[in-house]
């Protein structure tokens, strides 16, 4: 039995000095009150209302109970009122984990703009390729770019996708000539991103669906969208970038895209969280600042 609903009880009972006016007030019946009062005595094992037909007065253990009882009832109804007010304050510690080449040209540009809007919330954004351990590192939520998402207890909210971009130099291109056909592929100096899911072969979609392609040994390697950039800037092979990182460099003419018509498939953006019953107000916050804002970041860099 909840043991705060006899406490209350008894309370308004003392407080109206009727059992009919208390049971009107807290919307019982007057035969169900009566039964809370004598549980809640019984529990105590002591009296605490002497009552006859015309009269109800409190015995010493009754009026020490009622003090106190008072006392506790206003205590946990102001811890209730502070725990309540504060699910909704948007203040603590933020912690956020995203990929590095994400986190530096997509979410940088945005950080102000959230931080300005939650003055009293302190972020820490911690950019890095690895796949974390959520709970076990104590992130509250975590940004993922994969074409599908591994199986776990998390929950995941979707804001929208990435293109994935074959590139080269035009100058590396010029020296070596252009794939024409995946197969190609194998005649040229390929650069490879060592935490994809699939780091020796490049999965290419064209209008016959999607197929898996076995590639040589990279000519270099890293797990580093923002340094396979510098090298393809710099002529060293072909390779595979975010559009976010490759946008840019194509629109400038630095880099050229290799076979468009097929394309890896695209990386879904997620934010991943852990969540009981109640999410945080500064995560709330955090997911409702990026599907605000990231589908129009995303298509810029797109």
Request: proline share 5%.
């Amino acid at each position: 039995m909840d043991s705060l609903a006899p406490m209350r009880s008894f309370r308004r009972v003392v407080e109206l000095g009727s059992f009919a006016r208390a049971a009107d007030d807290l919307a019982l019946s007057a035969a169900g009150l009566s039964k809370q009062v004598r549980q809640l005595e019984a529990r105590l094992g002591t009296v605490l209302l002497q009552r006859t037909t015309r009269r109800m007065s409190l015995t010493d253990g009754g009026r020490l109970y009622f003090t106190e009882c008072c006392r506790l009832l206003d205590e946990i109804d102001a811890l209730e009122q502070r725990m309540r007010e504060g699910s909704e304050r948007v203040d603590g510690l933020l912690r956020v984990n995203a990929p590095l080449s994400f986190g530096l040209c997509v979410l940088s540009p945005l950080l102000s703009r959230f931080l300005a809007e939650h003055a009293h919330l302190r972020l820490d954004l911690v950019l890095e390729d690895r796949v974390v351990d959520l709970v076990g590192e104590g992130f509250d939520v975590a940004v993922r770019l994969r074409a599908e998402l591994e199986d776990s207890s998390l929950i995941a909210r979707r804001f929208g996708r990435v293109e994935q971009l074959l590139c080269a130099a035009p100058d590396y291109l010029q020296r070596r000539g252009e794939p024409r056909t995946p197969q190609e592929l194998c005649g040229h100096a390929l650069l490879g991103y060592s935490l994809s899911q699939s780091p020796r072969a490049w999965r290419l979609q064209d209008a016959d669906g999607e197929r898996e392609f076995a590639l040589p040994a990279p000519r270099a390697a890293a797990n580093n969208s923002l340094l396979l950039r510098d090298l393809l800037l710099d002529g060293h092979g072909i390779g595979s970038l975010p559009s976010f990182v490759a946008g840019p460099q194509i629109a400038a003419g630095r880099l050229r895209e290799v076979l468009p018509r097929h394309r890896q498939a695209p990386r879904q953006v997620h934010a991943v969280y852990a969540t009981g019953r109640h999410l945080p107000a500064k995560v709330r916050a955090f997911l409702d600042f990026l599907a605000a804002h990231l589908p129009a970041a995303l298509d810029g860099n797109g």
